[in-house]
């Protein structure tokens, strides 16, 4: 679903991509993230007609925002008062930052239903949704909700991410590359801040983007508020230096098991070389 919301806190769904119908989204609620009180008025306004609430335990799709302490175990709390399922959206957190879900591992919080995939089709495309049993039961054959897709279980994919799956429980490289992310966060806010740059690159576990702001970012509006063209000079001058990360502000970079630290150590070279081009 392409929903925004408008210029309002909260406000009713709007198509965000050409083709949707207004009919299509007129039924979803868009709040911001990490406004644990936007979605308590939500439910204030519109009680048990609201069916699920859906979220990214990590934000990823508006560049790397981690939850606000309490976030995700408030968003659990009013699911439960008001009779709502709480549904993780884990594509990309789901055996990104640990052997598990982002929930399950650091949200402490269990949700009714979970999407999975990217890591789980170990670069094939495969994808999978899990949860509670009552509501599983719910899809085909056992019942009435019709589910299925071209690549469903497809072989390929699923002996791909298996495969990637026993290297990850095996070798376990997520300490070392959250060491790497987070080192690499630390010297790229630094350095822009020796050469006078409002960028803050914000990190978790491993996944990091790099803000063209100086102050946090927590949700939507702070993303939306960063300087864009400052962001597409630093990727194009990173690209000529043999560095390519997300073109877009709003994406994730990604440190890999493959990484290590001369990695870092050449996109920080590579970054204050193009730091020293800009203006302050």
Not at 102 to 128: E, F, M, N, Q, R
Not at 165 to 187: F, H, I, N, T
Request: hydrophobic share 45%; glycine share 12%.
């Amino acid at each position: 679903m392409l929903v925004k919301s408008g210029s309002g806190v909260l406000t009713m769904g709007a198509s965000s991509s050409a083709g949707v119908t207004p009919g299509a989204v007129a039924d979803t609620l868009v709040a911001p993230y990490n406004d644990l009180e936007a979605v308590a008025a939500a439910f204030r306004r519109h009680g048990k007609s609201i069916a699920a609430v859906i979220v990214e335990p990590v934000a990823g799709n508006m560049g790397l925002v981690p939850p606000a302490r309490g976030f995700l175990k408030g968003l659990r709390a009013l699911t439960a008062r008001h009779g709502a399922l709480l549904i993780c959206d884990e594509v990309i957190n789901g055996f990104r930052f640990g052997f598990s879900s982002y929930s399950a591992l650091y949200g402490g919080v269990t949700p009714d239903l979970i999407t999975l995939g990217k890591v789980i089709g170990g670069g094939l495309p495969l994808a999978a949704i899990g949860g509670k049993a009552k509501w599983m039961r719910q899809l085909a054959p056992d019942g009435p909700v019709y589910q299925a897709g071209t690549l469903s279980g497809n072989p390929l994919a699923v002996a791909a991410g298996l495969a990637t799956l026993d290297v990850l429980e095996r070798e376990q490289p997520y300490a070392r590359m959250a060491d790497l992310g987070s080192a690499l966060a630390v010297g790229v806010s630094t350095i822009a801040a020796e050469h006078g740059l409002p960028i803050t690159c914000q990190s978790f576990n491993g996944v990091f983007t790099p803000f063209c702001t100086d102050r946090p970012v927590t949700n939507l509006a702070d993303a939306k508020s960063c300087d864009t063209a400052l962001y597409a000079k630093v990727f194009h001058g990173l690209l000529d230096r043999g560095i390519y990360i997300a073109p877009s502000q709003f994406e994730c970079n990604f440190v890999s098991a493959a990484h290590a630290e001369r990695d870092v150590d050449a996109f920080l070279s590579a970054f204050e070389a193009v730091c020293r081009t800009l203006p302050a």
